[in-house]
């Protein structure tokens, strides 16, 4: 990315809904740096060699998994450090689920590296509210987990 205010919201919906597998694999590769790390509340892959491969290996689950899922960036501000945060509503349906997909909210943190004058995803974290997890995978309990809460 040259401009990861303009770029970076472009960046986060296509990795998320991308539906050919061979676009996804250029996306990771062309946005991520081979040591980067992603934290999601499902799964964790901290920095190191080739990371970036289980990055995709994540992403190409998703898309599996759900492959009609839908992403709007909402909102995003870059602080310090080329550092950008976003807020992302997402509609994840699982294949296999009878259930309408429900919106899922989400705040990215992102952490950004530049090489060659060119920016690159060095770290992503997800958060989520427990709810917006229910959503994503059996939108029927989510209010279940409101009354627990």
């Known amino acids: 990315m040259q401009n990861p205010q303009r770029d970076l919201p472009v960046v986060l919906t296509a990795l998320a809904t991308s539906r050919n597998p061979a ?19 499902l799964r964790i892959v901290e920095h190191g060699p ?9 992403y190409e689950w998703h898309r599996i998994i759900s492959p009609d899922t839908t992403t709007s960036v909402n909102a995003y501000m870059i602080g310090k450090h080329h550092v950008l945060v976003a807020e992302v509503t997402q509609y994840f349906h699982v294949r296999i689920s009878p259930f309408k997909a429900a919106p899922s909210r989400y705040i990215i943190r992102v952490a950004l590296q530049e090489r060659d004058k060119e920016f690159y995803i060095y770290s992503q974290e997800e958060f989520l509210h427990p709810m917006d997890l229910m959503n994503s995978v059996l939108p029927p309990l989510a209010p279940l987990v409101r009354l627990a809460l």
Request: aromatic letters at 8%; zero cysteines.
């Open 50 to 58: 080739n990371s970036r491969q289980k990055i995709l290996g994540m």
């Open 23 to 41: 676009d996804l694999r250029t996306a990771v590769k062309k946005f991520y740096t081979h040591d980067a790390s992603l934290h999601h509340p």
